[in-house]
């Protein structure tokens, strides 16, 4: 098997959303999304981590100057979703239900390109303290 050293970088966010199909009742809504379909909408505490693998470099100790992740997470995803309705104001989200698993392969997409090929392995989000999604290399 082959091996590799992943480091996480770990931020927050708060934004608000609704779950819901435009053709669907507020009851069906509710039933099918349950609390996160009020018509009213809400909001949540995120929690993102992303994780980036690869070899340790000999000259720096480091697989990625984990200062220079955040810089990247913060300029690519948190300065667009931070205290926003991710249904509404979002440029990369426009037409994507902002379920868990949906944020987290739009967050790995907007930051996959923007890294060294290969590098990017997982992307979690964390809605509440009960749920999350992730998406990454298998
Ligand atoms: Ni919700």
Redesign the pocket.
Known sequence: MARSTRITRLESFSAA?R?FKAELSDEENFRLFG??SNPGG?G?NYRLAVTVRGSIEPDSGMVLNLKTLHDLIQTSILDKVDHRNLNLEVDFLTGVQPTTENLARAFFDELEPRLPTGRLWRVLVQ?TDKNSAEYGED
Do not use: A, I, R
């Open positions: 959303h779950l609390p996160c809400h949540h809605e």
